[in-house]
Nanobody, 114 residues
Framework: VQLQASGGGLVQPGGSLRLSCAVS????????MGWYRQAPGKQRELVAS????????LYADSVKGRFTISRDNAKNTVYLQMNDLKPEDTAVYYC????????WGQGTQVTVSS
């Protein structure tokens, strides 16, 4: 399984970004998917997850109301819409399967700064 996250960048506080993660390997539609992030000097944390059908989502308190996770099983892709970004959202973002973790891949850097 390969996980390829993209869409990160530099954005000002209050701005928005949409992350994508393309998954190869044939297991995408079988498992719950999640977005994780790791800030410098901190442990990686799960910020959002979505069930196989897309009808059930969970969010960390720190992003609730600002981030939206979605998935397209036909495209083997999971998305993270991030609005009202804050400096504390700065991190490398990764996707993975919470219940059957795979190799993490490169992730995508999100930097929120004025």
């Amino acid at each position: 399984v390969q996980l390829q996250a993209s869409g990160g960048g530099l954005v000002q506080p209050g701005g928005s970004l949409r992350l994508s993660c393309a998954v190869s390997g044939g297991i995408f539609s079988v498992y719950r998917m999640g977005w994780y992030r790791q800030a410098p000097g901190k442990q990686r944390e799960l910020v959002a997850s979505i069930n196989t059908g897309g009808g059930s989502t969970l969010y960390a308190d720190s992003v609730k109301g600002r981030f939206t996770i979605s998935r397209d099983n036909a495209k083997n892709t999971v998305y993270l819409q991030m609005n009202d970004l804050k400096p504390e959202d700065t991190a490398v973002y990764y996707c993975n399967f919470p219940y059957t973790l795979q190799d993490w891949g490169q992730g995508t850097q999100v930097t929120v700064s004025s």
